[in-house]
């Protein structure tokens, strides 16, 4: 099963992006997107990996679920 990453990026303390990478290859594809951000040009990178996800559930006149929308929920990533 694929994680999944983001990637926030700041310059000089400014908010710059934010990437989200979520396929079988994300390990792989955060190391060349973080190598994007050079230390010595000024970019902080902190890496977070989703480990759960908050739910917006909707509930039918019959009982029946319905789910309209989920978050990830990320926490920082320490590689082993």
């Not at 983001?6 to 990478?21: H, L, N, P, S």
């Not at 679920?65 to 990830?72: I, M, T, V």
């Amino acid at each position: 099963m694929s994680k999944h990453f983001r990637v926030e990026v700041q310059k000089e303390g400014r908010a710059w992006c934010a990437v989200d990478i979520q396929n079988p290859w994300s390990e792989e594809a955060l190391r060349d997107v973080a190598r994007r951000f050079p230390a010595e040009e000024g970019f902080q990178v902190s890496i977070g990996v989703a480990v759960d996800e908050r739910r917006l559930l909707e509930s039918g006149p019959q009982g029946r679920l319905r789910l309209l929308a989920s978050e990830p929920i990320f926490q920082p990533w320490n590689p082993a």
